[in-house]
C-alpha cells in the first residue's frame, strides 16, 4: 500500500502542475505572427505531416513491432508501454520537456523555463525556418515519445506498469530533455559541430543504451535460457516494421524542417538504407544459420533504419548503401552476442537501436558530404573524432542517468512484478484482460 500511496501522491502531483500552468499560462499563449517572420504554407503542412508520420511509428508501428515478439500472455503489456509512452510523453513536453530541451541554453547542458508550459511558443515561425514554432514542438515532442517507447522492448514481461509509468515521466525530464539540448538545442554537442540529423545520438544511443541500464537492473526473465520464449506472432512484427518503414520518412525526411532538397535527400538515403540493411542482415543469417528468417529481414530494416538517421541528410545514396549494409551486419552480430553477454535485453533493444545509432553517428562522420557536413571520406578527418565525443558523452550519460532513475525507483516502488504474476503473464496479473480468447 505505501507504494500506491506514493503513485497516487506523484499522480496529484502532476495533476496539480497542469492546473496551476493552465491557469497562470494559457494568457501567454496568443498568436503572436503579425510583423514576424513569414510562414510557408508548405513547409508547415510537411512538418506536420511528418509528424503524424513519426507517431504512426510508436501507435501502432512500434506497439505491433514489440507486441507480436513477446509472448501471447504479455502482448497486450507490451504494446501498453507504446501506447501510454504517447500519453505520458506528450503531457511531459508540454509542460516542461520542450523547455529543457529547448529554451534558452544555460551553459551548454540544459534549456530555460522560458517555454514552460508552453509559454510563448505560437504560430510565429521558429528560429531559422518558415514554420510555426507549435509545428517545431509537436514535431520534436513525437521524437520524444518514440524515445521513451523504445525503451520499454528491453524490459518487457517483467516490469510493473506503476514503474514504467514512473520511468518514463523521469527518464523524459532528466535523460531525454538535456540530450535534445546538447544537440540540437543549443547545447555543447551542437557547438563542437556535432552531426546527427534525426537522432542517431539523442533518440537511439540514448534508448538502447538505457536498455541495456534497465535489462541489468531488471535481471533476467525468469525461464530466460531454459524455456522457450518465442516471439507468438510474427505477422504483427512484419506488419510493425513496415510501418515503421513508412514513418521513418517523417522521421528522417521531416528533420529538414522544410519541403526542400535536404529534405529529398534524406528522403532516398534512407529508403537505400533500410533496403540494404535488411539485406545485409538475411545475408549473413543465412551464412550462418542456413536459413533467412521473416524475423531477421524485418529486424535488418529496422537496423538500417536506425543506421541512416543521423546521417540521413548529410550522406548521398551510395554512402547510405553503406551505412545500412554496416547497420544490418553490426547490428546482427550484437544481438548473436547478447547471448554470450548474459543480459536479458529481451527485444534486442540495444542491439539494433544502440549499436545501430553507434554505427550511424560514427558513419556520418566518415560518409557526410552534403547539407553542410563533411566527413573524413570527403576532406575533414576532424568530424569523425567530433562523432566520437558525441558517442560517449550519449552512452555515459544516458546509461548513468538511467541506472540512478531504475535504483531510485526500486528501491521505492519497487520496479518487477512477482514471479507468481510473471509466470501467469502480465496481461492478466497487471491489466486484467487478454489478448486472446
Known amino acids: ?11 496529484i502531483s502532476i495533476l496539480f502542475l497542469v492546473i496551476v500552468l493552465s491557469v497562470f499560462g494559457v494568457t501567454a499563449f496568443a498568436d503572436d505572427s503579425s510583423g514576424a517572420a513569414p510562414i510557408s504554407a508548405g513547409d508547415t503542412a510537411w512538418v506536420l505531416t511528418c509528424s503524424a508520420l513519426v507517431l504512426l511509428m510508436t501507435i501502432p508501428g512500434l506497439a505491433l513491432f514489440y507486441g507480436g515478439m513477446v509472448r501471447n500472455k504479455n502482448v497486450l503489456s507490451t504494446m501498453m508501454h507504446s501506447f501510454i509512452s504517447v500519453c505520458i510523453v506528450s503531457i511531459v513536453w508540454v509542460l516542461w520537456g520542450y523547455s529543457l530541451a529547448f529554451g534558452t541554453d544555460i551553459s551548454g547542458i540544459i534549456g530555460s523555463l522560458e517555454f514552460l508550459g508552453l509559454s510563448g511558443v505560437g504560430t510565429d515561425a521558429f528560429s531559422g525556418t518558415a514554420i510555426p514554432q507549435l509545428a517545431f514542438m509537436v514535431f520534436q515532442l513525437m521524437f520524444a515519445v518514440i524515445t521513451v517507447a523504445l525503451i520499454s522492448g528491453a524490459i518487457a514481461e517483467r516490469m510493473k506498469f506503476s514503474a514504467f509509468v514512473l520511468f518514463a515521466v523521469l527518464w523524459a525530464t532528466f535523460i531525454y530533455a538535456p540530450l535534445a539540448h546538447w544537440v540540437w538545442g543549443g547545447g555543447w554537442l551542437q557547438g563542437l559541430g556535432a552531426l546527427d540529423f534525426a537522432g542517431g545520438t539523442v533518440v537511439h544511443i540514448s534508448s538502447g543504451v538505457a536498455a541495456l541500464a534497465a535489462a541489468l537492473v531488471l535481471g533476467k526473465r525468469h525461464g530466460y535460457g531454459s524455456e522457450n520464449l518465442s516471439p507468438h506472432n510474427l505477422p504483427f512484427t512484419i506488419v510493425g516494421a513496415s510501418l ?33 540493411g ?26 538500417g533504419l536506425v543506421a541512416i538517421t543521423p546521417a ?60 553542410g557536413g563533411t566527413g573524413l571520406f570527403f576532406g575533414n578527418p576532424n568530424q569523425v573524432v567530433t562523432q566520437f565525443v558525441a558517442v560517449g558523452a550519449t552512452w555515459i550519460f ?6 540512478i532513475i531504475l535504483k531510485i525507483l526500486d528501491m521505492t516502488i519497487g520496479l518487477r512484478v512477482t514471479k507468481e504474476e510473471e509466470v501467469l503473464g502480465l ?8 489478448a486472446y480468447a
Not at 543465412?286 to 521473416?294: A, D, E, F, L
Not at 534486442?348 to 557526410?368: K, R
Not at 496481461?427 to 487478454?434: K, M
Open 398 to 403: 544516458s546509461f548513468v542517468g538511467t541506472f
Open 244 to 276: 515503421l518503414w513508412v514513418g521513418w520518412f517523417g522521421f528522417n525526411a521531416g528533420s529538414a524542417l522544410a519541403a526542400n532538397g535536404i529534405a529529398a535527400s534524406a528522403f532516398v538515403a534512407t529508403h537505400i538504407a533500410t533496403a540494404a
Open 312 to 371: 540521413a541528410g548529410f550522406v548521398g545514396p551510395i554512402s547510405a548503401i553503406w551505412v545500412g549494409l554496416g547497420g544490418g551486419l553490426l547490428c546482427y552480430a550484437a544481438v548473436m552476442w547478447k547471448s554470450k553477454l548474459g543480459y536479458d535485453d529481451a527485444l534486442d533493444v540495444l542491439g539494433i537501436h544502440g549499436i545501430g545509432g553507434t554505427w550511424g553517428a560514427i558513419a556520418t562522420g566518415l560518409f557526410a558530404s552534403v547539407g
Open 278 to 303: 535488411a539485406l545485409g542482415w538475411v545475408a549473413v543469417e543465412r551464412i550462418y544459420r542456413g536459413k533467412p528468417t521473416v524475423l531477421g529481414a524485418a529486424s535488418g530494416a529496422v537496423a
Open 1 to 11: 500500500m505505501n507504494g500506491k500511496r506514493i503513485v497516487l501522491c506523484k499522480v
Open 427 to 434: 496481461d492478466l496479473s497487471e491489466h486484467h484482460e487478454r
